[in-house]
């Protein structure tokens, strides 16, 4: 059995003060939800405070991002080891970097690398844009995205990888995948890749998320789906009600 996955990606929100404020309200109730892994991913800065307040907690934190380097002259970046000092996962070839941040397939791979050399999970984001999407290149796009990024690497369970399905049109548009739309690119597409990629048993037992305006309306319908594990949630992660109301609905 998988524990269901219900992540919220913060994205460029939230100051320190905020941020514990934010994980104040959510610690109690989302703590008595048993048998969801809660996952918060908050900005760089508030990460130290936050990996405080969740001690002793089920919670589980992650960074948004990475550089692949040990340690240099990286002005900017921060490395593996600092994200695992306070982490457990790190988001990786989310939309947004590389729509503004130049990421590719080519830096993906050398990010899940470097995440696997120090223990950390990467949630491995993939997805169509608009374009791709209304041109019928899904499946050619989201697999082509999963060899490039994940070229090289293997596995020795399950745990070490959570993979994360992102159409970008449904990313912060309040436009959602439909549940048959998901339903196809997972079971054609996602899992058949990763099942030739790592094997058989490998490819089922990864996590699969979804993403893209998840929110507590439509997060039951995503969740029920028995290919996908959980969602990876952005603006609705802002919001206390909505990211609990979210995570109780994977139970
Ligand atoms: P959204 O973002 O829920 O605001 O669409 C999802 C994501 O980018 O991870």
């Avoid at 921060?78 to 306070?86: D, G, Q, R, T």
């Avoid at 590389?98 to 080519?106: I, K, L, P, S, V």
Wanted: glycine share 10%; charged share 15%.
């Amino acid at each position: 059995m998988k524990i269901p996955l219900i992540a919220g990606n913060w994205k460029m929100h939230n100051s320190v003060s905020q941020s514990t404020q934010l994980v104040d309200a959510l610690i109690p109730r989302l703590n008595v939800i048993e048998g969801v892994e809660k996952l918060l991913i908050p900005s760089h800065t508030a990460l130290y405070s936050v990996s405080q307040m969740i001690k002793g907690t089920d919670i589980s934190l992650g960074a948004q991002g990475m550089y692949w380097e040990e340690k240099g002259a990286y002005t900017g970046q921060i490395s593996p080891a600092m994200v695992k000092e306070l982490c457990s996962y790190v988001l990786i070839g989310h939309s947004e970097c590389r729509q503004y941040f130049g990421e590719t397939d080519q830096t993906v791979n050398k990010k899940v690398t470097a995440a696997l050399a120090h223990q950390l999970v990467p949630i491995l984001c993939v997805g169509e844009n608009l374009p791709q999407y209304e041109s019928g290149q899904t499946a050619p796009v989201i697999r082509g995205q999963l060899r490039d990024g994940l070229r090289g690497i293997s596995l020795s369970h399950p745990g070490q990888l959570v993979i994360a399905y992102e159409p970008v049109w449904a990313i912060g548009t309040g436009r959602s995948s439909s549940v048959n739309d998901l339903h196809s690119v997972v079971s054609r597409v996602i899992r058949p890749a990763l099942a030739s990629l790592f094997g058989d048993d490998l490819g089922v037992q990864i996590r699969l998320l979804y993403g893209g305006s998840v929110n507590p309306q439509n997060a039951s319908d995503y969740l029920s789906l028995p290919q996908v594990d959980g969602a990876l949630v952005g603006g609705a992660s802002l919001d206390a009600e909505k990211f609990i109301a979210i995570a109780q609905s994977a139970l």
